[in-house]
């Protein structure tokens, strides 16, 4: 048997799972299906996260706000949606193997998947904060430190720019790849910043417990540093809107308009998957302004 809700929540991340807190809150049927991994797991402590001056870690986050969803009457499941459609009522039909729902709106909150540097046990690396893939989450913590940016070109150089703020003892490390090159205005940019800039043999990365080493390709030395910042981007999962016509940006990351509403109507969008900020606040105001769209456009409850 088919399963109805008023709304479907695709993604169990900290946008999923603030909608399905609000819509839960304003006594709606929320369902939020969760693959099961979120790339707020891998934050070993976020010091950046409104009210939590002592930080807290991603899955300590998760957990709480699964519990206060829940706590709201909304259903958490763990499973992966094949196919979503829509009908002529404008009704929507999530398929998961045998099993299937429906929802009068769904809020997509999948998020996206970090383009990883092709450097062994990086999840390891990350959770261990060797590895980084956040200047604005934690460019804080990195004041003073020893700290290298790897990359392939003008996005990696940007990157290391914004975290001159933090630390001078900062270098720019360039794969050799067509789009290694850099402008003549990125490298006065650099020169200006102090930032050294450097090539590197990426099968040379080495991840200790105190720092990471890699081989320059110009000196042929062995560089330590303290972290470094993976600036390879994110690919966002976008498949599930866009088969539906939903529109994108020149960086696949779905349109919406001030109600979080995709090109798509009923289908909405939060989080990392609609803007390259990737924040986790920002998220949440994301996932806050669609549930509540959402909450006043379906018929009213009446207690």
Known sequence: MTRAFDCLVIGGGPAGLTAAIYLGRFR?????????WSRAEWITKSHNLPGFP????????????REQARRYGAVVESSVVDTLSSNDHGRFSAEMGARSVTA????????????????AHVGDAVKKGLIRTCPICDGYESIGKHIAVLGDGEHAAGEALF??????????????TETTALSAETHRSLSAAGID??????????????????????????????????AFGTTPQASLA??????TD?????????????????????????RGLNQISVADGEAAIAATA??????QVFA
Not at 204 to 220: K, Q, Y
């Open 28 to 36: 709606r049927r929320v369902l939020v299906l969760d693959k099961g």
């Open 54 to 65: 002592g930080g807290i870690s991603g899955r300590r986050l998760l957990e709480n706000l």
């Open 104 to 119: 009068h709106a769904v809020i997509l909150a999948t998020g996206v998947v970090e383009n990883n540097p092709p450097v």
């Open 163 to 176: 975290l001159r703020t933090y630390t001078g003892r900062l270098t720019l490390l360039l794969m050799a």
């Open 197 to 230: 800039v450097s090539h590197v043999v990426i099968d040379s990365v080495s991840l200790g417990e105190n720092g990471v080493t890699i081989l320059g390709v110009e000196d042929g030395r062995l560089h330590r540093f303290d972290a470094i910042y993976s």
């Open 242 to 247: 866009t088969a539906l016509g939903a529109r």
């Open 250 to 274: 020149d960086a696949h990351r779905l349109y919406v308009d001030a109600h979080q509403e995709t090109s798509v109507p009923g289908l909405f969008a939060a989080g990392d998957l609609v």
């Open 294 to 299: 959402i909450h006043n456009r379906l018929p």
